[in-house]
């Protein structure tokens, strides 16, 4: 089978607030100087692997538009893609996380213990106080890969990247995926995965694929028992 299309979907690189177990969503904290190595070393395994895609598209947010940039300048540098640039779209931004965005994982189970003990249990069916629904948050993303399956699956790769909760929306749409088994997938910072079409929809290559960080230090960041700790 000869795969013509495919999307790649990347995490960003490491933040402080990752580390610190911190509640992102729609706020704005830089890749770490550990998040930027991790997104030059993505670059770099990307261009050895030859898989420089066409097209990237980078949430409007720091922490992926810098993981973005950076991956271009690297595959730039290795002279595969001297025309690439990053487009930007708002609708990869994380899932909104409401009051409980900047706020650590430990300050809310010690200051908002029932509000939190549930939202642990019904993880993807009970949203944060204030947060963004996920039903708007699927319409955005989908409206997205619409656009990019309008009027068909575009040639060649297309580089997604974006965030924890909005990458794991993507493979629901796109691999038909119930809601447990939605939120049950890790997604690691910096980490590749990819998605390539046929004749009959959207298949798996791989997900999770942080083998570039190896021997680079802890690489599982921010999970505890299949649940992200910090989107």
């Known amino acids: 089978m000869i795969v013509e299309r495919r999307l790649l979907l990347v995490r960003h ?16 904290p830089p890749l770490s100087a550990e998040g930027r190595d991790e997104a030059r070393a993505l670059g770099r395994r990307m261009a050895a692997s030859g898989e420089a ?30 025309e690439l640039s990053v487009a930007q779209d708002p609708r990869l931004m994380e899932i909104g996380q409401g009051e409980w965005e900047g706020r650590t994982h430990a ?30 948050a699927l319409a955005r993303v ?7 399956q309008a009027p068909s699956p575009p040639a060649g790769s297309v580089c997604l990247v974006s965030h924890g909760g909005t990458l794991r929306l993507v493979a629901r749409l796109l691999l038909d995926l119930s809601p ?15 998605l390539s079409w046929t004749h009959d929809g959207w298949k798996l290559e791989a997900w999770n694929d942080a083998s570039h960080l190896l021997g680079r230090g802890p690489t599982h960041v921010g999970e505890s028992e299949g649940e992200p700790l910090a989107l």
């Open 13 to 28: 690189g490491i933040t402080a607030w990752n580390r610190e177990g911190r509640f992102q969503g729609h706020l704005d």
């Open 53 to 82: 895609p066409g097209r990237i598209i980078s949430s409007t947010l720091r922490r992926a538009l810098e993981t973005a940039e950076m991956i271009c300048g690297e595959l730039r540098a290795a002279g595969l893609t001297a």
């Open 107 to 136: 300050e809310l189970e010690r200051d908002d213990a029932a509000r939190y003990a549930a939202w642990r249990a019904h993880r993807g069916d009970q949203q944060p106080p204030g947060a963004e629904p996920i039903q708007q």
């Open 142 to 148: 989908g409206a997205l890969l619409d656009e990019l």
């Open 180 to 194: 447990p088994q939605t939120w049950s997938l890790d997604l690691d910072n910096a980490s590749l995965s990819r």
